[in-house]
């Protein structure tokens, strides 16, 4: 058996494929979609939207395989957590305020709302089941119809072909999703064996670790459009991530096994989870979601860490 430094080196690196493969495979279905002159809107509320929630869709799905189903349940709702209080947080800080566009106080923000009281719904009795899963992606396939019929009614924009090699395009895909594998593979390979090393539940360590690891690309994301004055899209971006996270990467594994969810989760991840989400739809009906803002949604997310480790202390 490797020692617990080496599986902490494997996880970090695991992570950095999964992120950066994850990347690529969005950069080529982008690329790949617009040279068959798909809209930038449509590639943006699907393979965009879903290509930030990859990590963590991927990774539930070899969690599921491996029969590690609270894996699944504990890294949504970290992933869910972090997005909102740390990369908001950051975002907000970086660009001193983020705007609130009116499609996002009139669209975004009540599906958010609609979709995380849902997932807490099924949540709260400690496990997501097959009918449960069911409704989830019922919920992500209205999401994606709902507003693509709005926006391009709103947007009407002609769509131009890009001319590319769709031949070398749709290589890299499979290539990248090869990677998008591996990288998922050994992150839960070795979450599962540093919790059984150090004596830390993987539910910690999923709410934790993993949840930051696979929150990364919405972080990116956040921060560039934030420094850019895009604030549509890196608000946008997060709401749609926790929307595909909360119903898709849930849906998806919950129609093969019922996934239950750690103690830990369930009783400090969930209640973080209702704060943060109530936190930033009040936040955006304010139209602004200012820097101070941001230094308490940073704030309250290392209190939740905080208390977390005090678990394992």
């Given at each position: 058996?490797?020692?617990?430094?080496v599986?902490?080196?494997?996880?970090?690196?695991?992570?950095?494929?999964?992120?950066?493969?994850s990347?690529?495979f969005?950069?080529?279905?982008?690329?790949?979609?617009?040279?068959?002159?798909?809209?930038?809107?449509i590639?943006?509320?699907?393979?965009?939207?879903?290509?930030?929630?990859?990590?963590?869709?991927v990774?539930?799905?070899?969690?599921?395989?491996?029969?590690?189903?609270?894996?699944?349940?504990?890294?949504v709702v970290?992933s869910?957590?972090?997005?909102?209080?740390?990369?908001?947080?950051?975002?907000?800080?970086?660009?001193?305020?983020?705007?609130?566009d009116?499609?996002l106080?009139?669209?975004?923000i009540?599906l958010?709302?609609?979709?995380?009281?849902l997932?807490?719904?099924?949540?709260?009795?400690?496990s997501i089941?097959?009918?449960?899963?069911?409704i989830?992606?019922?919920?992500?396939?209205?999401?994606?119809?709902?507003?693509?019929?709005?926006?391009?009614?709103?947007?009407?924009?002609?769509?131009?072909k890009?001319k590319?090699?769709?031949?070398?395009?749709?290589?890299?895909?499979?290539?990248?999703?090869?990677?998008?594998?591996?990288?998922?593979?050994?992150?839960?390979?070795?979450?599962?064996?540093?919790?059984?090393?150090?004596?830390?539940?993987?539910?910690?360590?999923?709410?934790?670790a993993?949840?930051?690891?696979?929150?990364?690309?919405?972080?990116?994301?956040?921060?560039?459009?934030?420094m850019?004055?895009?604030?549509?899209m890196?608000?946008?971006?997060?709401?749609?991530?926790?929307?595909?996270?909360?119903?898709?990467v849930?849906?998806?594994?919950?129609?093969?096994?019922?996934?239950?969810?750690?103690?830990?989760?369930?009783?400090?991840?969930?209640?973080f989870?209702?704060v943060?989400?109530?936190?930033?739809?009040?936040?955006?009906?304010?139209?602004?979601?200012?820097?101070?803002?941001?230094?308490?949604?940073?704030?309250?997310?290392?209190?939740?860490?905080?208390k977390?480790?005090?678990m394992?202390?």
């Amino acid at each position: 058996m490797l020692p617990w430094f080496v599986w902490a080196i494997i996880f970090i690196v695991s992570m950095f494929v999964l992120i950066k493969s994850s990347s690529y495979f969005v950069k080529f279905s982008q690329k790949l979609g617009e040279s068959l002159g798909i809209s930038q809107f449509i590639i943006g509320v699907t393979i965009v939207a879903l290509g930030t929630s990859l990590p963590e869709f991927v990774t539930s799905i070899i969690a599921t395989i491996k029969g590690q189903v609270s894996i699944v349940l504990d890294n949504v709702v970290g992933s869910n957590i972090a997005n909102i209080l740390l990369v908001i947080g950051v975002g907000a800080i970086f660009a001193r305020a983020l705007k609130v566009d009116r499609d996002l106080i009139d669209i975004d923000i009540p599906l958010l709302l609609a979709s995380q009281a849902l997932f807490v719904l099924f949540l709260i009795d400690g496990s997501i089941t097959l009918f449960e899963g069911i409704i989830s992606l019922f919920v992500i396939a209205f999401y994606i119809i709902y507003t693509t019929k709005h926006r391009c009614a709103v947007t009407q924009k002609k769509v131009r072909k890009v001319k590319a090699n769709k031949s070398l395009l749709l290589l890299g895909i499979i290539v990248s999703a090869f990677f998008i594998y591996l990288g998922a593979k050994f992150t839960v390979d070795s979450i599962i064996t540093l919790g059984g090393l150090l004596g830390v539940g993987t539910g910690v360590l999923s709410i934790t670790a993993l949840a930051i690891g696979t929150s990364l690309p919405e972080l990116v994301v956040t921060i560039t459009a934030a420094m850019k004055g895009n604030f549509e899209m890196g608000l946008g971006n997060i709401f749609g991530s926790n929307i595909f996270n909360s119903a898709l990467v849930v849906g998806v594994p919950a129609l093969f096994k019922t996934l239950t969810v750690s103690n830990v989760t369930l009783t400090i991840g969930l209640p973080f989870l209702i704060v943060a989400t109530l936190l930033v739809c009040f936040s955006g009906i304010s139209k602004k979601i200012h820097i101070w803002e941001g230094l308490m949604y940073v704030l309250i997310y290392v209190v939740f860490i905080a208390k977390l480790l005090m678990m394992i202390i």
